[in-house]
């Protein structure tokens, strides 16, 4: 079993299409954090860059990201977004440490 795991995409989005994309990006999101293994999904804007928007999500292992990525509503909700979007990267991530509360952790070899 593998360790916890992160989901980005960074997303470049026109002004104008916007209000849309985030639309679509909740609806997207919304369906993503009812599937097993996810936490709460998180969108947010550059503030030194309005055009560009990144979105993050931890999971509780590289099983339930391929999970989801295998589900067709994934998919298909993943293809209304990007209907809004300019340009998009994703990137899955394994998490090495975590620190909180002036402590921190390396996760546990298994």
Avoid: I
């Avoid at 026109?14 to 609806?27: G, I, N, R, T, V």
């Avoid at 993503?32 to 998180?42: F, Y």
């Avoid at 804007?45 to 979105?55: A, E, L, T």
């Avoid at 999500?57 to 300019?86: C, F, I, N, Y």
């Amino acid at each position: 079993m593998t360790g916890q795991m992160v989901t980005t995409g960074t997303w470049m989005v026109d002004e104008a299409k916007q209000p849309a994309f985030l639309e679509a990006w909740a609806a997207f999101a919304a369906s993503a954090s009812s599937c097993e293994g996810a936490t709460t999904l998180r969108l947010a804007r550059d503030s030194s860059d309005p055009r560009r928007f990144v979105s993050y999500a931890t999971w509780a292992d590289a099983e339930s990201v391929r999970a989801w990525k295998a589900d067709p509503h994934m998919r298909e909700g993943l293809a209304q977004v990007l209907q809004h979007v300019d340009d998009f990267d994703k990137a899955e991530l394994e998490v090495l440490v975590t620190a909180a509360h002036g402590r921190s952790e390396l996760p546990v070899s298994h």
